[in-house]
């Protein structure tokens, strides 16, 4: 079972003097408050995929840990006013947005400033009867009859501030006196009377989220990876790919996020090309931000058969077949 905010865990505390808070404080008044609220509502909704951070593991450099988790992540901003005035509804498929749905990863994100702690706070809980609710973001028609599992709420919140030019939410326990950030962690003693600890951080900028979460029951991590690293999710933009042939020509709905593209029409181990923008290492600069297509060989890319910017047109032919794809 993977990360919630509410059930997210450990890193070391360093205390220093008598405070008891670890790094930098802050001071945000409420008009900067109120544009990270603004910030969140633009930035967090739309379509998330790992594929370039998994593509980046299997082709660079694969962790020791392996590699990470191919998640495609959703947020939406839905009209719940009997749940708060700001709402987010998430969820998870695994291995791309056809995939089957992670267990628990329905969530309804309730959203506000708290002007005394000096951030913008999210209470998530798992959505009730999340069977009913699949794929929440595209029926508005049953956004009035989502519910929260439990009105008294979570008692770990995601507190949120502006960090240079991105956001980032850390975790704290809500029962804490509300007068700064927490540290980063939020613990208490579970039902079974274990000790529980949830350790989160997330990451925002308009085309990058990073997602660190760790859960740990007792001496058990049970939820997220040992290296301690984020799981890297990238925005994915909507195309429209034209397939062509001498005989015959189709569109497909992609993305730009390790979509697969087949090129035939009779399903029997049929050739394919990948539309993937990711960071590809280069040699002058490091990493590039580029578009590609890609051939597949034996299920992964090989080679190359065009290049773009990030955003723009990708056209290439192969195999007898022309391949346009446009943003959308």
Same mark, same amino acid.
């Given at each position: 079972m993977k990360l919630q905010f509410w059930i997210v865990p450990t890193a070391l505390l360093l205390l220093l003097g008598s405070t008891g808070h670890a790094g930098p404080r802050y001071d945000f008044d409420r008009p900067q408050l109120d544009s990270v609220l603004s910030d969140l509502r633009?930035?967090?909704p739309g379509e998330w995929n790992s594929y370039p951070q998994v593509w980046y593991d299997r082709h660079v450099r694969m962790p020791a840990e392996g590699e990470h988790d191919h998640w495609h992540r959703t947020f939406a901003l839905i009209e719940t006013p009997h749940i708060g005035d700001t709402v987010f509804y998430g969820q998870i498929?695994?291995?791309?947005?056809?995939g089957p749905i992670l267990? +628990?990863?329905?969530?309804l994100y309730q959203t506000f400033v708290d002007e005394k702690a000096g951030v913008v706070t999210i209470l998530g809980q798992p959505i009730a009867d999340p069977e009913r609710f699949a794929d929440l973001h595209r029926r508005p028609e049953l956004w009035p009859e989502a519910r929260l599992p439990n009105r008294a709420g979570p008692r770990c919140r995601f507190d949120w501030r502006r960090d240079g030019r991105q956001l980032v939410g850390v975790l704290d326990n809500r029962t804490r006196p509300t007068d700064r950030p927490g540290d980063g962690t939020c613990t208490y003693v579970a039902a079974n009377g274990q000790d529980f600890l949830a350790d989160a951080e997330w990451v925002l900028a308009p085309d990058e989220l990073w997602l660190y979460d760790i859960n740990v029951m007792g001496d058990v991590q049970f939820v997220g990876r040992r290296d301690r690293t984020?799981? +890297?999710l990238y925005r994915a933009a909507d195309y429209g790919c034209e397939i062509s042939t001498a005989e015959r020509s189709r569109a497909v709905d992609a993305h730009d996020r390790g979509f697969l593209i087949s090129l035939a029409s009779d399903n029997k181990s049929p050739p394919a090309v990948m539309l993937l923008r990711a960071w590809y290492p280069d040699q002058q600069i490091g990493l590039n931000d580029e578009l590609r297509l890609w051939v597949m060989r034996d299920g992964q890319p090989a080679d190359v058969l065009a290049t773009g910017s990030p955003g723009a047109d990708i056209t290439a032919r192969f195999a007898g077949t022309d391949i346009a794809c446009r943003a959308r």
């Amino acid at each position: 079972m993977k990360l919630q905010f509410w059930i997210v865990p450990t890193a070391l505390l360093l205390l220093l003097g008598s405070t008891g808070h670890a790094g930098p404080r802050y001071d945000f008044d409420r008009p900067q408050l109120d544009s990270v609220l603004s910030d969140l509502r633009a930035w967090l909704p739309g379509e998330w995929n790992s594929y370039p951070q998994v593509w980046y593991d299997r082709h660079v450099r694969m962790p020791a840990e392996g590699e990470h988790d191919h998640w495609h992540r959703t947020f939406a901003l839905i009209e719940t006013p009997h749940i708060g005035d700001t709402v987010f509804y998430g969820q998870i498929n695994l291995g791309g947005p056809a995939g089957p749905i992670l267990a +628990r990863s329905q969530v309804l994100y309730q959203t506000f400033v708290d002007e005394k702690a000096g951030v913008v706070t999210i209470l998530g809980q798992p959505i009730a009867d999340p069977e009913r609710f699949a794929d929440l973001h595209r029926r508005p028609e049953l956004w009035p009859e989502a519910r929260l599992p439990n009105r008294a709420g979570p008692r770990c919140r995601f507190d949120w501030r502006r960090d240079g030019r991105q956001l980032v939410g850390v975790l704290d326990n809500r029962t804490r006196p509300t007068d700064r950030p927490g540290d980063g962690t939020c613990t208490y003693v579970a039902a079974n009377g274990q000790d529980f600890l949830a350790d989160a951080e997330w990451v925002l900028a308009p085309d990058e989220l990073w997602l660190y979460d760790i859960n740990v029951m007792g001496d058990v991590q049970f939820v997220g990876r040992r290296d301690r690293t984020h799981l +890297r999710l990238y925005r994915a933009a909507d195309y429209g790919c034209e397939i062509s042939t001498a005989e015959r020509s189709r569109a497909v709905d992609a993305h730009d996020r390790g979509f697969l593209i087949s090129l035939a029409s009779d399903n029997k181990s049929p050739p394919a090309v990948m539309l993937l923008r990711a960071w590809y290492p280069d040699q002058q600069i490091g990493l590039n931000d580029e578009l590609r297509l890609w051939v597949m060989r034996d299920g992964q890319p090989a080679d190359v058969l065009a290049t773009g910017s990030p955003g723009a047109d990708i056209t290439a032919r192969f195999a007898g077949t022309d391949i346009a794809c446009r943003a959308r």
